[in-house]
């Protein structure tokens, strides 16, 4: 396959890419972006933009975009699948932390012992049920990572049980390139923070392979599905 720190953005390899023809587009790439446009359509584009702006390393921002759509793929595909999904802290907290404030106001803490080097409060019953809530809520998204949402909504739609297992490896892998991608996919205020492509294919191909291993049996049962089907249809004529 050609590298795409090889190749300029308005050279062959680019053009094979946008036709989705030539090596660009191998069985693995081929396959994955069938099975974006059959399970989660709305994503297709965000995963064929991501592999033509590989073969275009002189676009501006490059390394931004293609992190923001890998780190969007992740975040977005567990509810595009139909999978309940863990919602993340930026979704939950600040809400959580507005209506911490309103009891803090309206229960404020009281000071019980001011003579030692530690003072103490005493937190109102409904205080401190909130903030009990809010810990417990921050613990149970640390179990569940990004990664594992990911690996187990693509295990799941795929007619295999909730309790099947998953390989460690998968998950691991999964956040190991969810980290790279979310840490460069927004943009920075210095110079001197913008990310450099140095790894971004590597990554990007890690997290195709990691994607493919759990996809790759909807190909080969719909592979033996279609064989079926053109046995029986020569069978009629």
């Known amino acids: 396959m050609p590298q795409p720190s090889d190749i300029s953005h308005d050279s062959h390899a680019l053009q094979q890419a946008i036709s989705f023809d030539g090596a660009i587009w191998t069985k693995q790439r081929?396959?994955?972006?069938k099975w974006f446009e059959d399970r989660a359509p709305t994503?297709?584009?965000?995963?064929?933009?991501?592999?033509?702006?590989?073969?275009?390393?002189?676009?501006?921002?490059?390394?931004?975009?293609?992190?923001?759509?890998?780190r969007d793929i992740y975040?977005?595909?567990?509810?595009?699948?139909g999978?309940?999904?863990?919602?993340?802290?930026?979704?939950?907290?600040?809400?959580?932390?507005?209506?911490?404030?309103?009891?803090?106001?309206?229960?404020?803490?009281?000071?019980?012992?001011?003579?030692?080097?530690?003072?103490?409060?005493?937190?109102a019953d409904p205080l401190y049920r909130y903030a009990k809530k809010m810990v417990d809520t921050s613990d149970s998204m640390k179990r569940v990572s990004v990664g594992t949402q990911l690996a187990s909504a693509l295990f799941q739609c795929h007619d295999r049980g909730t309790s099947e297992?998953?390989?460690?490896?998968?998950?691991?892998?999964?956040?190991?390139?969810?980290?790279?991608?979310?840490?460069r996919a927004h943009l920075v205020p210095d110079v001197e923070k913008l990310p450099s492509h140095d790894g971004l294919v590597e990554h990007f191909q890690a997290f195709e392979r990691t994607f493919h291993s759990l996809t790759?049996?909807?190909f080969e049962?719909?592979?033996?599905?279609?064989?079926?089907?053109?046995?029986?249809?020569?069978t009629r004529h």
């Open 30 to 33: 081929s396959e994955l972006r």
């Open 75 to 81: 975040v977005k595909l567990p509810a595009s699948l």
């Open 43 to 70: 994503l297709t584009d965000a995963y064929t933009g991501c592999v033509l702006l590989l073969y275009m390393p002189a676009f501006p921002a490059r390394v931004h975009f293609i992190c923001h759509a890998v």
């Open 221 to 234: 049962g719909k592979e033996e599905v279609d064989a079926i089907l053109r046995r029986t249809n020569t």
């Open 165 to 183: 297992f998953i390989p460690k490896w998968v998950v691991d892998s999964f956040d190991r390139e969810y980290k790279f991608f979310v840490k």
């Open 83 to 123: 999978i309940p999904q863990i919602k993340r802290p930026a979704e939950v907290f600040p809400e959580m932390v507005k209506a911490f404030s309103v009891r803090w106001h309206k229960y404020p803490p009281k000071t019980i012992n001011s003579s030692s080097e530690d003072t103490l409060f005493a937190f």
């Open 216 to 218: 790759c049996s909807y």
